[in-house]
């Protein structure tokens, strides 16, 4: 298939690259700067001692910016694990070819045994029910299979209670076809700085493991950080930390937002569909919602919330063009949403809107977006749906093909 070449900014270098994007598209779409994410990678690792390790969490489709192209480049930036929360997630960078050790966040089904075995994908338990079908598997095929046990320290989500782990232990260890590679919990307030919550649960958690120890097991990777605990919980980091949306430029609460810098990953664009004028006291979209107090220009871009712009942030969001913000007006409909102009800005059809990134000068980030949504970054980036096609500029020193 043939493509059209468009010029684009990218984020990381502010300087103008050609990227090709497909002649079916509608003229909305996402960029994502792998240049920003290597450069993000390298900030986190700055961070950590010689001997910790890294896990590139990437699930969710690396929060909406594409699993296969972020592991490509996480592989190329050095990290040592990739985390993921579905066996189809871990499955898809394995026939990508992806080699690292991946870890499965959360416990899978029972009916997915096989394939966590077929793919080399290790499993997280949360319970000893699922070690025992594990253990099972792994006797027919006459092999041994690694799993990490999750503790839960306060979450409450998933995870053995650290007073019953050493019982549960000492249960599994009489199977001989797997093997405790790890030990994690996972912080319910680590995005607070100094939070009582969370250093609570950091000393139960260290509490668990030196059990562990002493009852005499090898509890294998120990770790428990987040993006926020790397960030601003140093002691958390143990044997590896699990970072997400710090790898994609955005941060998990303002606290972070003094200990480390970050480029955003992330850019949504939309062309013009249709420039026309309507006169005072005409409304505009679906319920007639808003009216114009003065004759104005209504710029209707194709994007709406099917492709995963809130609706609920009707008449709240604004957009950049030329380096100026222009107001939404009206509801956000499934496919289009709408902007005012004055009859005098010269919208050129087709020229291009930004409604996260940078545009001459100026810029909108997710935070924005999110807080007109009554929400967090994590949910925007995870809602830009597939119909917004994924355009990657490529870190510069890795010219190989993504996506």
Not at 44 to 70: C, N, P, Q
Not at 78 to 107: C, Q, Y
Request: with cysteine; glycine share 8%.
């Amino acid at each position: 298939m043939s493509s059209i070449t468009y010029p684009m900014r990218c984020a990381s270098s502010r300087r103008v690259v050609r990227v090709h994007k497909s002649p079916l598209n509608r003229g909305s779409w996402v960029e994502i700067d792998l240049g920003a994410l290597a450069f993000n990678i390298g900030q986190i690792k700055s961070r950590l001692k010689r001997h910790t390790r890294f896990m590139a969490v990437l699930k969710a489709d690396a929060y909406g910016h594409g699993a296969v192209a972020a592991a490509r480049t996480a592989v190329d930036e050095g990290v040592d694990w990739l985390g993921v929360a579905t066996v189809e997630e871990a499955i898809e960078l394995r026939s990508a070819g992806i080699e690292l050790p991946i870890l499965l966040l959360g416990e899978p089904p029972v009916s997915a045994i096989e394939h966590l075995l077929e793919f080399d994908i290790t499993p997280t338990a949360a319970n000893p029910d699922f070690v025992y079908r594990l253990a099972g598997a792994a006797q027919l095929q006459g092999r041994k299979a690694d799993y990490h046990l999750k503790v839960n320290t306060g979450m409450n989500r998933l995870g053995v209670r650290p007073a019953e782990i050493v019982a549960i232990l000492q249960e599994l260890a009489l199977l001989p076809h797997v093997r405790l590679a790890g030990l994690f919990t996972q912080f319910a307030t680590a995005d607070i700085a100094d939070n009582p919550a969370a250093h609570r649960q950091l000393q139960l958690f260290e509490r668990t493991v030196t059990a562990v120890r002493q009852a005499g097991f090898d509890p294998g990777i120990v770790h428990a950080a987040n993006s926020a605990a790397t960030i601003l919980m140093g002691d958390a980091h143990f044997d590896m930390v699990r970072c997400g949306i710090a790898l994609y430029g955005l941060h998990p609460s303002e606290a972070t937002k003094a200990y480390i810098t970050l480029k955003p990953v992330m850019s949504v664009y939309s062309q013009v569909e249709q420039v026309h004028n309507i006169s005072r006291g005409e409304g505009v979209s679906y319920g007639l919602t808003w009216h114009a107090d003065i004759e104005c220009a209504i710029v209707t871009l194709p994007i709406g919330y099917a492709d995963g712009v809130p609706r609920i942030a009707s008449g709240k969001l604004e957009l950049l063009h030329d380096g100026r913000r222009f107001e939404q007006v009206g509801r956000i409909t499934m496919d289009q949403l709408m902007v005012r102009a004055m009859k005098n800005d010269r919208i050129e059809p087709a020229s291009t809107f930004v409604m996260i990134g940078e545009d001459a000068g100026a810029y909108l980030s997710m935070d924005e977006v999110a807080r007109h949504a009554s929400t967090i970054n994590y949910e925007i980036a995870c809602g830009l749906g597939q119909r917004l096609e994924r355009v990657y500029l490529p870190a510069e020193r890795d010219s190989r093909p993504v996506g």
